[in-house]
């Protein structure tokens, strides 16, 4: 059974340009995740989204960042116009259910803008 | 709001030997979860054990056990026979009811051999 696979793992973007940060969950969660951990630091809580729908966006930058979980393919995290200050590592993680405590993570993104 | 406190940024130990880190968070709900996880050099981030505040007894897994004061709001984790796989940074995390896990600033582990 795959583990939740993120991609890519590395991903070099200039200041300005947009970054696309994908997640695939385990076969069978339909709940996603999105947190992000700035060097030295815990992880903060970004977006929670299940198929199709947001549940909670309180973690979520208001300006230039936005998530998706579409019915069919990853949840996508998108970055426009990205900064210096957006580099970071960005993980996400998977539960079957809402109530199940237990998130799967994946090995993470690190994102850093030149 | 909670808050997890880790304040330990580093902790070193013996091969072998046995460590505790130490874990403080702040809430004023009575159900909850709290986890410890592992994050090596690769950035994987691993679960190593988690505790449930309803269970008084608590958690063990293998080498690694928590020292869980729900009074106090205290949550170390043991590690016992300490290896040099064991090295990495170790995040301490809490979950209610709403899903999000609230995380510490983590604590360096270096196993010396």
């Known amino acids: 059974n795959a583990g939740v696979m993120q991609n890519p793992r590395h991903l070099v973007r200039r200041r300005g340009q947009e970054a696309r940060l994908r997640c695939s969950p385990m076969k069978g969660h339909s709940h996603v995740y999105w947190y992000r951990q700035l060097p030295e630091e815990g992880l903060k809580f970004m977006v929670y989204?299940?198929?199709?729908?947001?549940?909670?966006e309180s973690g979520m930058p208001k300006e230039r960042f936005s998530a998706e979980f579409p019915k069919e393919g990853p949840s996508i995290l998108r970055i426009q116009q990205v900064v210096r200050g957006d580099s970071a590592a960005y993980f996400c993680?998977?539960?079957?259910?809402?109530?199940?405590?237990?998130?799967?993570f994946g090995p993470g993104t690190r994102l850093t803008v030149t | 709001a909670q808050t997890v406190t880790q304040s330990q940024p580093e902790m070193s130990v013996q091969e072998a030997e046995t460590v505790t880190l130490s874990c403080t968070y702040d809430?004023?709900?009575?159900?909850?979860?709290l986890f410890w996880y592992k994050q090596p050099p690769s950035r994987q981030m691993i679960l190593v054990i988690r505790q449930e505040a309803y269970k008084q007894q608590n958690a063990t897994e293998n080498r690694f056990s928590v020292n869980f004061q729900k009074a106090a709001k205290s949550f170390s984790l043991k590690i016992s026979d300490s290896q040099l796989g064991d090295a990495a940074m170790y995040f301490c995390?809490?979950?209610?009811?709403?899903?999000?896990?609230?995380w510490g600033a983590g604590t360096k582990l270096i196993i010396k051999p």
């Open positions: 995390a809490y979950r209610s009811a709403n899903y999000q896990l609230i």
């Open positions: 993680a998977s539960s079957p259910r809402e109530q199940n405590y237990e998130q799967y």
């Open positions: 809430t004023s709900e009575s159900d909850y979860y």
């Open positions: 989204l299940q198929k199709e729908n947001i549940i909670d």
